[in-house]
């Protein structure tokens, strides 16, 4: 049986695809969809998916905000609104479009980590816990009412797109949980959030960090598996960018100057940290490809003392 609660679509592909997949599958009524502007890299194919769900594709010309856009959406007489991953502020009049306003999916526990990146700064602060947040929208950037919230632990070896994958299907999973509430009862439960300044934000990244052999293993650990596999972490070799892509961090006291090869092998390539050793497992040069230890020992030679800087 199709819901008869009538739902706008706004969101950004790739969490938007797995959602409104989701909502679909269990009979949500879907009465139309906004999709990302149409510059935006995503907005071809999310289109085509949109379409061939003969759904209703609610296109803007500059901005989701546009008058005529939002006209569109009210004609719909929607009871409530679903956002997942959308990158612009909406405004007010935009919130106002449906009944009850929007709920918005955002993969933290909120207040913290409000921002465009919570993915890679949760990785990146060696945070040991996270969470989702369904949450009412207002004219700032996640800070309106919670509705739902749910808890997991930051595995050491997550990188940026095991949590982006794992928070989506969580949020797509609440999405129905909540809806389904919503179609039942005639109501969604929402408390404030808190008003501590002292949550860390989560903004933009420039997506591009070269490392720093100064810091501590754990450290550049951290960097890495935040960066993968959507940021580079680099340094150059022969005069050559590297981009790490896997490695592992090895805590142990030596004497090697910092950003040298300690011990390389068809096993092995060992790189020195301030507090020990950095293991790197899969490493991309330049144009030459991507390459485990036995790969690029063959193919390079490289020699102990050597530097990757």
């Known amino acids: 049986m199709k819901s008869k609660l009538k739902i706008i679509f706004v969101g950004i592909p790739d969490m938007a695809l797995v959602c409104l997949s989701n909502l679909l599958e269990k009979g949500f009524n879907i009465v139309g969809v906004v999709p990302p502007k149409k510059s935006h890299e995503t907005y071809s194919y999310f289109k085509n998916f949109v379409q061939s769900k ?57 207040p913290y980590y409000r921002g465009a990146m919570p993915y890679f700064h949760i990785i990146n ?30 595995m050491p070896f997550e990188t940026m797109g095991t949590i982006f994958n794992r928070t989506t299907y969580m949020i797509s999973d609440a999405l129905i949980n909540v809806l389904g509430k919503l179609e039942k009862t005639g109501v969604i439960n929402r408390i404030s959030q808190a008003k501590d300044e002292k949550y860390v934000l989560a903004p933009k990244t420039e997506g591009n960090f070269r490392v720093n052999w100064k810091n501590s293993v754990s450290k550049i650990d951290c960097l890495i598996r935040a960066c993968n596999p959507f940021f580079n972490v680099y340094a150059y070799f022969r005069g050559t960018n590297v981009k790490i892509i896997k490695a592992k961090p090895i805590n142990i006291k030596h004497n090697f100057e910092l950003g040298s ?36 020992y063959y193919t390079f030679s490289p020699k102990i003392g050597e530097f990757i800087l």
């Open 125 to 154: 602060n060696n945070e040991k816990i996270s969470g989702i947040t369904l949450h009412f929208m207002d004219e700032k950037f996640d800070t309106g009412d919670i509705i739902y919230q749910e808890k997991f632990d930051v």
């Open 261 to 296: 090869i300690v011990d390389v092998d068809e096993n092995k390539l060992l790189l020195a940290a301030k507090d020990g050793y950095i293991s790197i497992e899969v490493l991309q040069v330049g144009t030459w490809g991507v390459f485990n230890p036995y790969d690029f």
């Open 54 to 110: 003969g759904l209703n594709l609610i296109e803007f010309d500059k901005s989701a905000n546009d008058r005529k856009c939002i006209e569109k959406i009210k004609k719909l007489n929607a009871d409530i609104g679903v956002v997942c991953s959308y990158n612009n502020l909406l405004s007010k009049e935009f919130l106002s479009s449906t009944k009850m306003g929007y709920i918005n999916s955002h993969p933290s526990l909120l």
